[in-house]
C-alpha cells in the first residue's frame, strides 16, 4: 500500500484518479481548494484517507497547504494534478499579482515539490498542448506580449514538462515523470472531447503503482503508458535551470 497526494482531486481526472487508487487499497490524500469542495470531494471518494485545503492561486495558501499535506504524509507518490484552462479572454491576475495559468499550473507544482518531503514518485500532468508551448522565461506574466489564453496554457503545460524533467536530473532518487492524459470528458475537456475519464487517470495509476521497468524509469514524458517525445525545448538542462530560477524568485522558495 502507497500513501498518495493528488492534487486538484475535487473532480475530472484527479477524482478518478484518486478513486481509483483508494478503491486499489492505497492511502489517499485528497486536495480541495476550500473546504466546502473538499466536503465534497470526501463525498464522492469516501474511502480517501484525508483532504487537505489551499487555493493554489495563493503563495501563501500553497505553502499552508503544504505544510497541511506533510503532516498526513509522507507521500510515496504525489500526483500534481490540479490545473486550469486557458480560456481567458484576458490576462488575469491573482492577489499575488501573476498570472493566473501560469501561477496555478506551474509555479504552485514547483512550490509543492520544493516544500513536501521528497516521495518516491512524482507525477506532473500536462497536455498534449505542450507540443504548441514556447519558452517565455522573460515574459512569464504576459507583460510585454499581446495576450492569448490557449498560449499561455500551453506555455504552462511546456513549463510542467521541463519541471518534471528538471527534478528528475537533480533528484535521481525520485522518480519523475510528465503525463499527457489525453483529451478527457471532463468541466475542462468539454463534452467533445474524444477520451472517457478512466482512460484519463490510467497512466498516473499505473506510474504511481506499478513497478515494472516500464513505469519504474525517470525524466520521460508519457501519454497511454507509452514513452513519446516532448516539446525539444523541454531537454533543454540550461532552461530548466532557468526556469526553477524564476520559480524560486517568484515563490521566495529554492528547490534542493
Request: proline share 5%; net charge negative.
Amino acid at each position: 500500500m502507497a500513501t498518495i497526494l493528488v492534487t486538484g482531486s475535487t473532480d475530472g481526472i484527479g477524482r478518478q484518479t484518486a478513486a481509483t487508487l483508494a478503491g486499489q487499497g492505497h492511502r489517499v490524500v485528497l486536495h480541495a481548494r476550500n473546504a466546502r469542495r473538499g466536503d465534497q470531494a470526501r463525498a464522492a471518494v469516501p474511502d480517501a484517507a484525508g483532504v487537505v485545503h489551499g487555493d493554489l492561486s495563493s503563495l501563501a495558501q500553497t505553502r499552508d497547504l503544504a505544510g497541511a499535506a506533510a503532516e498526513l504524509g509522507p507521500f510515496d507518490v504525489v500526483v500534481h494534478n490540479a490545473g486550469i484552462g486557458g480560456g481567458q479572454p484576458a490576462p488575469v491576475l491573482t492577489g499575488d499579482g501573476l498570472e493566473h495559468i501560469f501561477q496555478v499550473n506551474v509555479l504552485a507544482p514547483y512550490l509543492l515539490t520544493a516544500l513536501l518531503p521528497r516521495p518516491a514518485r512524482l507525477i506532473y500532468l500536462t497536455s498534449g498542448l505542450e507540443a504548441d508551448g514556447a519558452v517565455h522565461l522573460d515574459d512569464l506574466q504576459w507583460g510585454a506580449r499581446r495576450w492569448d489564453g490557449m498560449q499561455a496554457y500551453s506555455d504552462a503545460k511546456l513549463y510542467d514538462v521541463m519541471l518534471a524533467f528538471a527534478v528528475a536530473r537533480r533528484w535521481p532518487e525520485v522518480r519523475s515523470n510528465a503525463v499527457d492524459p489525453g483529451w478527457i470528458r471532463t468541466r475542462m475537456g468539454g463534452p467533445d472531447a474524444t477520451d472517457d475519464l478512466p482512460e484519463g487517470a490510467d497512466t498516473q495509476v499505473w506510474l504511481a503503482t506499478d513497478d515494472s521497468p516500464e513505469a519504474t524509469v525517470t525524466g520521460a514524458y508519457f501519454k497511454r503508458r507509452r514513452q513519446l517525445r516532448a516539446n525539444p525545448q523541454a531537454y533543454d538542462e540550461t532552461l530548466q535551470e532557468e526556469l526553477l530560477a524564476a520559480c524560486a524568485k517568484l515563490s521566495g522558495v529554492d528547490l534542493p
